[in-house]
Antibody, heavy 121, light 106 residues
Framework: QVTLRESGPALVKPTQTLTLTCTFS??????????VSWIRQPPGKALEWLAR???????YYSPSLKTRLTISKDTSKNQVVLTMTNMDPVDTATYYC?????????????WGQGTLVTVSS | SYELTQPPSVSVSPGQTASITCSGD??????ACWYQQRPGQSPVLVIY???KRPSGIPDRFSGSNSGNTATLTISGTQAIDEADYYC?????????FGGGTKLTVL
């Protein structure tokens, strides 16, 4: 059974750095084709893809947010960490981590419940 | 990121067929996925690799992708299908989501 759970602060101040942890089970990020993605959704708005890390260590970032994002993994702990620097109120959103499968095409088949992050002073 | 365009809303009567489109440059050369998101819930994958259904997704959900347009089709639409639907595709190592389509069953 695949599960993912996001954890991190619910409230951050403008200019601070956000650190979110995704703890997962039911699969290994050292298995070929396994990836973990981060996606966010501002209240009432559309999904926005942020970043992805693959089983082989490759990392991909949204071009518009690339300078602010860092994704990393700890395979032994089944965790993926996303950091986003210089937070702004427009970054207020529900942040999801999800499992992505890459086997000639990429699709995201399991999602966490999401964690709401509010950026406010 | 890869830009995908969806209609903001689609309406359908119960039992009828709903079609939701997703447009992107040369989208037919890529694989498209579709996600369903009900209010207050996480997205659920309903179609991947253009036309494949994950286990547990009813066969009334189908997909196609050609040219610049991918289409999600829901046959015999039911009230429980009322939700937001998002398309997604990869292009040049970045992922794009469509803006979402609110499906209303009335």
């Amino acid at each position: 059974q695949v599960t993912l759970r996001e954890s991190g602060p619910a409230l951050v101040k403008p200019t601070q750095t956000l650190t979110l942890t995704c703890t997962f089970s039911g699969f290994s990020l050292s298995t070929s084709g396994m990836c973990v993605s981060w996606i966010r959704q501002p209240p009432g708005k559309a999904l926005e893809w942020l970043a992805r890390i693959d089983w082989d260590g490759y990392k991909y970032y949204s071009p518009s947010l690339k300078t602010r994002l860092t994704i990393s993994k700890d395979t032994s702990k089944n965790q993926v960490v996303l950091t986003m620097t210089n937070m702004d109120p427009v970054d207020t959103a529900t942040y999801y981590c999800a499992r992505t499968i890459d086997d000639s095409s990429a699709y995201t088949d399991y999602w966490g419940q999401g964690t709401l992050v509010t950026v406010s002073s | 990121s890869y830009e995908l365009t969806q209609p903001p809303s689609v309406s359908v009567s119960p039992g009828q067929t709903a079609s939701i489109t997703c447009s992107g440059d040369k989208l037919g050369d890529k694989y498209a996925c579709w996600y369903q998101q009900r209010p207050g819930q996480s997205p659920v994958l309903v179609i991947y690799q253009n036309n494949k259904r994950p286990s547990g997704i009813p066969d009334r959900f189908s997909g196609s992708n050609s040219g610049n347009t991918a289409t999600l089709t829901i046959s015999g639409t039911q009230a429980i299908d009322e939700a937001d639907y998002y398309c997604q595709a990869w292009d040049r190592s970045t992922e794009g989501f469509g803006g979402g389509t609110k499906l209303t069953v009335l």
